[in-house]
């Protein structure tokens, strides 16, 4: 036998053999309690959600396959060209997890019986690992950790895990010296009309909840999740929050709102929301900056934190986007930052002696961070 055909034959019989072989594989157990079989390399991961959408972005941006909703405003070069393949919300979207080929899925939120048979039902129809993670305040530096592990970029998911626990726990810290007595009255309203509280149990009501203040939209008998124009005169709020400009223009210029309190006082704000929100939309790792917002707006006799700076911080580090001077002053007019001595990031040299993180989005090089980036020792899982 012709010794170049056998070996051709060989050679693909070794390629056929090696392509029908598994990649290696892990065992690994979600929030849900569920355990699945992982690759051992993670390269291309699919969002199932917006809240899982910003946590692969911040980790992980060149392992994100795609978009569920593409963010405001202007992003890293990395990023921007993602096409924009919608939330996994129904079975009917696993033809779509079968034709983009990703190595998981991640889905972050409330983990609840019915979202684990969702993905148990997804996974089973693709053979897509289908990975639930909590994605609540309490348990968020835990998934910036595990997740920053499950794609090959601990250092990253640590270090912004160390960021996180310091946001939360800066913020509980300062509560803590806070009386309990004529606590802010805040009614954060959703929608163009504002007429969307922000119920028990949303994420939005838990963000406010954190910052320890008082949600009209709590009181018993709220009703629906829409509200009318006279309940919230009938709140008569403190402070309100608009998550739409077009809201927080009709309380500005609408004479119907004129008798409110917050209205009244100038105690109307607008949530930022570029990227992506800072007290929700969506319910992410994205309301960490929100943190240091909310304890400042409600708090500022207390608060010693210089936001903008904090901003401009935390766009470098999570986002890679470095936002300008012009850009926080235009973000602060309507969020009621106050303004600050602090040097912002925009001004410092370049010629720092801070180093990215390694994996970091793509930023502003040789910037020393501001962002804390280590984690007390206290504060370690044990």
Known sequence: MPFRPFAARLAALSLAVLAATPALSAEYTDSAGRRLILPDHINRVMAANTSAEVLVYVLAPDKLIGWVQRPAGALPPKVKHLPVIGPIADPGAAAA????KPDVVIDVGDVTPDRAAFADQITQATGTPYILLDGSFDRMATMLRITGRLLDVADRGDDLAGSAEHAINALRGNLLIQSAIGRPRVYYGRGASGLEPAPPGSPAASAIGNAGVINVANLPDTGTRAVTR?????????????????????????????????????????????????????PGVNRLIGLYWLSVLFYPSANQNDVRSLAQDFYDKFYGITLTDNQIEAIAETAGIPASDTPHLADLPLGGTGVAPANAPPGRGGVMPQMPTTTPSYLMPK
């Open 97 to 100: 997890i079968t034709r983009a």
């Open 230 to 282: 006279q309940q919230i005169q009938q709140w008569n709020p403190d402070i309100i929050i608009a998550e739409s400009p077009t809201f927080y223009r009709a309380l500005l210029h609408d004479p119907g709102w004129r008798d409110l309190a917050a209205v009244r006082n100038k105690h109307v704000y607008l949530e930022p929301a570029a990227p992506f929100g800072w007290i929700d939309d969506p």
